[in-house]
């Protein structure tokens, strides 16, 4: 079905899953927080994720190369999927690709989008300028976009931590699918 048809579809079935532990006891990953805040977010503004994040990220920042799923969907990229990036794994000390997919549609706004290496890095300057409060429209969030929930130093996706080597604190964001 329809991708917010999937995403509600999975969230019912984990939403009747009991509790690892009570809220606010401890830190726990999981995809299903991000699968749940982009229902939210596709209820609230009657689009789909993917098209919220089209219009409210890609285009705003000007990621030109952003999509979902694997890289080879770009659309800029060569009909050929030679020239695509792909994912590898190692088995006895050799590089294997792996066939490109990714998470499950339900799951996509826990990380199913891809950038070219200078989006990337225009991605990374845009959260760089925002931590700084220099783009206004982001100084809302800024109390807890990069703000770490007490006991951790992962808030939203990053990691902030305090490091000799940049006389202070960092943002960092190692989030994968687990294939690229």
Same mark, same amino acid.
């Given at each position: ?41 596709? %209820? ?21 190369s952003?999509?979902?799923g694997?890289?080879? %969907?770009s ?19 050799e ?12 799951v ?11 989006d ?10 925002? %931590? ?15 703000a ?15 490091r ?12 994968s699918?687990?294939?690229f």
């Open positions: 079905g329809p991708t917010p048809e999937q995403r509600r579809h999975f969230l019912t079935g984990q939403l009747q899953a009991p509790l690892e532990a009570e809220p606010g006891e401890k830190f726990i990953y999981s995809n299903f927080g991000y699968s749940l805040a982009g229902a939210m977010l596709e %209820t609230v503004a009657k689009k789909r994720w993917e098209d919220l994040i089209k219009t409210e990220i890609f285009d705003w920042i000007g990621l030109r952003g999509g979902f694997p890289p080879v %969907t659309p800029l990229l060569p009909a050929s999927t030679a020239f695509a990036p792909s994912g590898d794994f190692w088995e006895d000390d590089g294997h690709p792996i066939r490109p997919f990714d998470n499950p549609t339900a996509a706004p826990a990380g199913a989008v891809h950038l070219s290496i200078l990337a890095a225009r991605y990374a300057a845009f959260h760089l300028a925002a %931590t700084r409060g220099e783009i206004q429209r982001m100084k809302p969030f800024l109390r807890i976009l990069y770490p929930p007490a006991g951790s130093d992962y808030p939203f996706g990053w990691s902030v931590q305090d000799p080597w940049a006389d202070g604190k960092t943002l960092n964001h190692a989030g699918n687990t294939m």
